[in-house]
């Protein structure tokens, strides 16, 4: 069946970097968009980034050029760099499975239990 799993967060300084991991399986990953999104308590899940079937890349205006998705089709991954984070980046990020690239959560078909990332010193 259809599984997404993240890995990589954890806890972090201010100024640091993570890479979080989007491990696919069941699927033909180079048929589908990947997105990332994040969810702090209290708030409704919303979108970091996505990454095209064929590569093409889109950020919220708030990543300013701090993060950076990639896909690797033959290991069936996707990854999202994350550089100069912030405390106010710190959520629970969740990458999901769409036909395209799109920031509403309706458009994901497909979920990943989430990865705890806290910028904190």
């Known amino acids: 069946q259809v599984q997404l799993v993240e890995s990589g967060g954890g806890l972090v300084q201010p100024g640091g970097s993570l890479r979080l991991s989007c491990a696919a399986s069941?699927?033909?990953?180079?048929?589908?968009?990947i997105g990332w999104f994040r969810q702090v308590p209290g708030k409704s899940r919303g979108p970091v980034s996505c990454?095209?079937?064929?590569?093409?890349?889109y950020y919220q205006d708030f990543v300013q050029g701090r993060f950076a998705i990639s896909r690797d089709n033959a290991k069936n991954m996707v990854h999202l760099r994350m550089d100069s984070l912030k405390s106010e980046d710190t959520a629970v990020y969740y990458c999901?499975?769409?036909?395209?690239?799109?920031?509403?959560?309706?458009?994901?078909?497909?979920w990943g239990q989430g990865t705890q990332v806290t910028v904190s010193s």
């Open positions: 990454i095209t079937s064929d590569g093409r890349t």
């Open positions: 069941g699927f033909t990953l180079d048929s589908y968009a």
């Open positions: 999901a499975r769409s036909p395209r690239c799109g920031f509403g959560i309706w458009e994901y078909e497909y």
